[in-house]
């Protein structure tokens, strides 16, 4: 079974992101850069499968600038095989990478495309729809449990309530939850063997995508400030504030 796993490089979690002063984007000048968080969960999940036999093969693509390579020398020092970089400076849309993914499906044939279930830059959501529509393939996403079964996949996902678990025939494209496992750190002689893993450079052009923007974002802001809060002196005083602002 092989499987192919997207990662996307964004702006770290940890860092506090700046709207640029026109408003038309975050500010990306000498800003950390990582994995995103639900792509490591999708690279630690294939490498698992791996560990334990149920995997042959795990592919890891990004579709991004030349420094996405250390995006993909990650997973791989995390245990995936070989990379593949379609290399744009451009930002290129959920609709655009679908499109440049299902071309690579076609020839890499996977028997699951493996996704973060969003990128925590634009909080999109889209990718792994998208790509199975576009494959007509089955999805399970919001992978919060994963099990091979007889050609197939069990998947739970944490709905309102409750724990769904469906089954999707392969091949199929998953996306993952946070709580579907702890990404590992890579040790430093995974780091080393890395650095001799392939990664094949590509271009948007060689899968034929055209991949100019079909959004335009009216405004980027910042989110409104938070108020200081207030000590009160007793739980009457609480209740009297509250009745006062309405929330009661
Ligand atoms: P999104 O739909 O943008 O929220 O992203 C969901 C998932 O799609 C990410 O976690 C990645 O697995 C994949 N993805 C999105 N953009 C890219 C990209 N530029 N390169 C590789 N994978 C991507």
Redesign the pocket.
Known sequence: MKIL?????VVDANVKVRVKPDKTSVDLANVKMSM?P??EI?VEEAVRLQEQGKATETVV????PAQ?QETIRTALAMGADRGVL?QTDQA?E?LA?AKI?AKIVDEEKPDIV??????I??????????LAALLDWPQAAFASKVEVKDGALHVTREIDGGLETVEVKLPAVV??DLRLNEPRYASLPNIMKAKRKEIAMKAPGDYGVDIAPRLEVVKVAEPPKREAGIKVESVADLVGKLKNAGVL
């Open positions: 796993i997207p990662v996307k490089r995103n639900f792509c999708a693509v990004s579709v991004g996405a379609v290129v959920p990478v993914l493996l996704l973060g279930k969003q990128a830059d634009d909080d999109a959501n889209q990718t792994g729809q998208m996306t993952t």
